[in-house]
């Protein structure tokens, strides 16, 4: 029989994807796919990732936490959401922009989102 326990962390991800003033840490537990994203000040998802991929805006559904710093969600409609620490955040897979607000560097955990984030279109 083997041990049901199992711990992990971030420490040691599974897998990072790195880009210009940021990084997302990936983790699997489980059925689960957590990331951890770490955007440094000056970040912008459409320069830092999407032109990367060839995308404008990301189109990724995600539900997170905020640990620290500030970041926002830029909809296509014109809404604009702060996000801060002690959030909990839930962005549909609608286009969107973000990028990190003030001079703090913003962390974030994704518990839905975090396999496919960061990557190009199947």
Known sequence: MTD??????????????????GRFEIVRIGDMTIGRATYRPGWKWSLHVGQALGQSHCEVEHTGLV????????????????????DLFYIPAVPHDSWVVGE?????????????YAREAE
């Open 4 to 21: 049901p326990m199992l711990l992990k962390r971030f420490d040691t991800p599974d897998e990072v994807v790195e880009f210009e003033k």
């Open 67 to 86: 640990l620290s710093g500030c970041a926002t969600a830029a909809f296509v409609t014109g809404k604009v959401i702060e996000m801060r620490a002690g």
């Open 104 to 116: 703090e560097q913003y962390v974030s955990l994704h518990f839905l989102g975090a396999d496919t």
